[in-house]
């Protein structure tokens, strides 16, 4: 099996946040692989990552990191897939430094950023990327987008049986 998502962390300490990409991923049957490269401390792999990602068989490429977060934008610089931020959430800014590194990206080097410590909605939008060049995958971003809409229904359903003496 060719992996067609590849989640890099700067460290291993990301895993917890960046388990929801590959919890989505497995509930999707899309094939991806993980890895640990850091910008600072192996920046030869995290190049030679980035330049070949696209020979292997990779779409998308997500990208979690904290603080200074040089990671997305470095594999940014060098590859010619899209490429998903995620802001790891740090102990002294709360992950607004690594939201505002990923996001302040200079003309020619786009990285798609989410929420801090989002990386659920980087897998779910790393689908949908893939999804328009592929029905059967469309077909199920589809029915998880359906079954997003019935859990609101169903939860209204609930909220309507509360039974408090002034709720209209």
Same mark, same amino acid.
Not at 11 to 30: G, H, N, R, W, Y
Not at 36 to 49: G, Q, W, Y
Not at 81 to 86: Q, R, S
């Given at each position: 099996?060719?992996? @067609?998502?590849?989640?890099?962390?700067?460290?291993? #300490?990301?895993?917890?946040?960046?388990?929801? +990409?590959?919890?989505?991923?497995?509930?999707?049957?899309?094939?991806?692989? =993980?890895?640990?490269? #850091?910008?600072? @401390?192996?920046?030869?792999?995290? #190049?030679?990552?980035? @330049?070949?990602?696209?020979?292997?068989?990779?779409?998308?490429?997500?990208?979690?990191?904290?603080?200074? +977060? +040089?990671?997305?934008?470095?594999?940014?610089?060098?590859?010619?897939?899209?490429?998903?931020?995620?802001?790891?959430?740090? #102990?002294?800014?709360?992950?607004?430094?690594?939201?505002?590194?990923?996001?302040?990206?200079?003309?020619?080097?786009?990285?798609?950023?989410?929420?801090?410590?989002?990386?659920?909605?980087?897998?779910?939008?790393?689908?949908?990327?893939?999804?328009?060049?592929?029905?059967?995958?469309?077909?199920? =971003?589809?029915?998880?987008?359906?079954?997003?809409?019935?859990?609101?229904?169903?939860?209204?359903?609930?909220?309507?049986?509360?039974?408090?003496?002034?709720?209209?």
């Amino acid at each position: 099996m060719t992996p @067609r998502v590849s989640i890099i962390m700067g460290s291993t #300490s990301d895993l917890p946040v960046m388990e929801k +990409a590959c919890q989505f991923f497995e509930e999707m049957e899309i094939p991806f692989e =993980v890895n640990a490269l #850091s910008a600072h @401390r192996t920046p030869a792999e995290v #190049s030679e990552f980035a @330049r070949t990602a696209h020979t292997r068989g990779i779409e998308v490429i997500i990208a979690g990191a904290g603080m200074a +977060a +040089a990671l997305p934008g470095v594999i940014a610089a060098e590859t010619p897939l899209p490429v998903i931020g995620v802001p790891i959430k740090g #102990s002294v800014l709360e992950g607004l430094d690594a939201t505002f590194a990923i996001m302040q990206m200079p003309p020619g080097i786009p990285v798609a950023t989410v929420a801090i410590n989002g990386a659920q909605n980087a897998a779910i939008l790393a689908a949908q990327i893939m999804a328009n060049g592929d029905k059967a995958l469309m077909d199920k =971003v589809i029915k998880y987008k359906l079954g997003l809409k019935n859990k609101i229904v169903k939860a209204n359903e609930e909220l309507s049986k509360l039974g408090y003496k002034f709720k209209c």
